[in-house]
């Protein structure tokens, strides 16, 4: 090995053993920094993969984010245990609120990339409490069972 090549190698372990350390933190990344406790959130809950803290929007009195500390762009990208572990904090602080906000439910739900709504490119859990049928929420399923082919949707799915 020659030293170009020992100093690449150097510098690759030592960014490794950073990122497993600190876990892979972006530049220009909101949710990395209040991860970081670079900007302030009103953190809910805690521990060394993932911190839930207050949406700045609150959709519904409640709304809570669910996020790794470790950046992933988006669900489609995280890692599977991870996103896993968020999923169970999840639930439980979502008993939490709705328990202690005195909700009827709520619904759990994550945006992939723009198209599907994604605002800020850092996987999250969006928690949102119910009230009422009316809250100011809209999650609409259209039935196009008639217009479409559900064969030709499962093959294409399925090859
Ligand atoms: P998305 O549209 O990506 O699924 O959701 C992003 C969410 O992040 C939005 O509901 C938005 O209100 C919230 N949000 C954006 N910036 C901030 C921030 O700086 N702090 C907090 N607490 N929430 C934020
Ligand atoms: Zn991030």
Same mark, same amino acid.
């Given at each position: 090995?020659?030293?170009?090549?020992?100093?690449?190698?150097?510098?690759?372990?030592?960014?490794?053993?950073?990122?497993? #350390?600190?876990?892979? @933190?972006?530049?220009?990344?909101?949710f990395c =920094?209040i991860a970081a406790?670079?900007?302030?959130? $009103?953190? &809910?809950?805690?521990?060394?993969?993932?911190i839930?803290?207050?949406?700045?929007?609150?959709?519904?009195?409640?709304?809570?984010?669910?996020?790794?500390k470790?950046?992933?762009?988006?669900?489609?990208?995280?890692?599977?245990?991870?996103?896993?572990?968020?999923?169970?904090?999840?639930? #439980?602080?979502?008993? @939490?609120?709705?328990?202690?906000?005195?909700? =009827?439910?709520?619904?759990?739900?994550?945006?992939? $990339?723009? &198209?599907?709504?994604?605002?800020?490119?850092?996987?999250?859990?969006?928690?949102?409490?119910?009230?009422?049928?009316?809250?100011?929420?809209?999650?609409?399923?259209?039935?196009?069972?008639?217009?479409?082919?559900?064969?030709?949707?499962?093959?294409?799915?399925?090859?």
């Amino acid at each position: 090995m020659n030293s170009n090549n020992t100093l690449t190698q150097l510098l690759s372990d030592y960014r490794g053993s950073i990122i497993k #350390k600190e876990g892979l @933190k972006m530049d220009n990344c909101i949710f990395c =920094k209040i991860a970081a406790k670079e900007i302030p959130g $009103k953190v &809910v809950y805690e521990n060394d993969t993932c911190i839930a803290f207050l949406d700045l929007s609150q959709t519904t009195n409640g709304h809570t984010l669910v996020i790794p500390k470790e950046h992933y762009d988006s669900f489609l990208e995280a890692d599977a245990e991870v996103m896993a572990h968020c999923m169970k904090v999840a639930q #439980k602080l979502a008993n @939490k609120i709705v328990e202690n906000m005195h909700a =009827k439910g709520c619904n759990i739900l994550t945006n992939a $990339k723009e &198209v599907a709504g994604q605002t800020v490119h850092h996987f999250h859990i969006h928690i949102i409490p119910r009230y009422e049928e009316n809250d100011p929420i809209k999650i609409e399923f259209t039935d196009r069972s008639s217009v479409v082919n559900l064969d030709d949707i499962y093959n294409e799915i399925m090859k």
